[in-house]
DNA sequence: TAGTTAGTTTTTTTATTACAAAACTAAATA
DNA sequence: TATTTAGTTTTGTAATAAAAAAACTAACTA
């Protein structure tokens, strides 16, 4: 591919991700601060280099980055004699990862057993399939075990 | 546990979830309908005491019940010689559910491979992350495809 | 056929969010 | 000590989303 082709496909790719990165609940220039870092080959940009690419103002990307760094998802380094910030995504190993996963899927699992407990008719059409879902998600939980601990 | 308390905890868990099921993208009116059709006791409801129940106008409620059957999450039943709609949580089988799961997980592994793959430097902090990711996303895959198999 | 029921659609209002602009701060440098 | 750099914080504004209100429609009923 050549190297203009795919700089602009790389582009696009980040307004495509910061485009699905708002269905879960990022703000638009967040998201695409995320994707700039993830997608790009350079993959550290100072906080001006991000001001620049996004073409918009100082203060909605010093936001952005607060909330991408409240969430866990960037960080950034300095060097000796540089004031600059050196942000870029967080390399979280598959632990991690998998933990976070998991953090949520136990939620769910919480909702889906306190909705149960609650319920007068235990085999109800909500409770079964309620249980039913409870049920596939610990699957995954204990695969997600395993899985960690086959690394 | 006393019937008013029971009934009481049920309320409250309807607000906890439709407050959860904001970031998962719902209006706020949209996400309790839903947690109100799975925790009550009465799993069907009719549009008016849906109005009734949320405290809310008829339009809120008509058109956060359009998008809740847009997304597959509410369906109606009437009954002949009674004009109201009886709303209810659709009942899916546990292979419907794993597979919209499925769908949501290929299209994450398409955009870690598009990025990927317009990367230079595949040896580069964010692939090595990326592709660990893909792999682990990759292996629940295949662990759905056995739970299904199984049931 | 006039009124009622069961909801939809449209319009208006209100609240929230995202962003831009500008003022500000702390550290470094000239 | 004045100026520049690198951002933060605050304030105002525009865009969007949610909800309320009201007008509408289609089917039924008295």
């Known amino acids: 591919m050549e190297e203009s082709e795919r700089r602009k496909k790389q ?3 980040i307004e495509y991700i910061g485009r ?3 269905h879960d609940g ?3 220039v967040a998201g ?3 994707a700039l870092l993830m997608v790009m080959d350079q993959e550290e940009y ?3 280099e991000i001001v620049k690419e996004m073409q918009t103002s100082k203060g909605c990307v ?3 980055l607060q909330n991408l760094e409240l969430r866990g ?3 950034y380094t300095t060097y000796p004699g540089d004031r600059k910030r050196y942000y870029r995504i967080i390399s979280k190993d598959v632990h991690a990862i998998i933990g976070e996963a998991e953090k949520r899927i136990r939620q769910h699992i919480d909702m889906i057993d306190q909705i149960v407990c609650l319920k007068t008719d ?3 059409q909500n409770v079964t399939l309620l249980k039913s879902i409870s049920e596939g998600l610990k699957f995954f939980m204990k695969k997600a075990e395993e899985f960690k601990n086959n690394l």
């Open 73 to 75: 998802i960037v960080e």
């Open 122 to 124: 235990q085999d109800s």
């Open 11 to 13: 582009k696009e790719l």
């Open 20 to 22: 699905y990165s708002e």
């Open 26 to 28: 990022f703000q638009p």
């Open 32 to 34: 695409r601060i995320m």
């Open 62 to 64: 010093s936001l952005a």
């Open 46 to 48: 100072t906080f001006d």
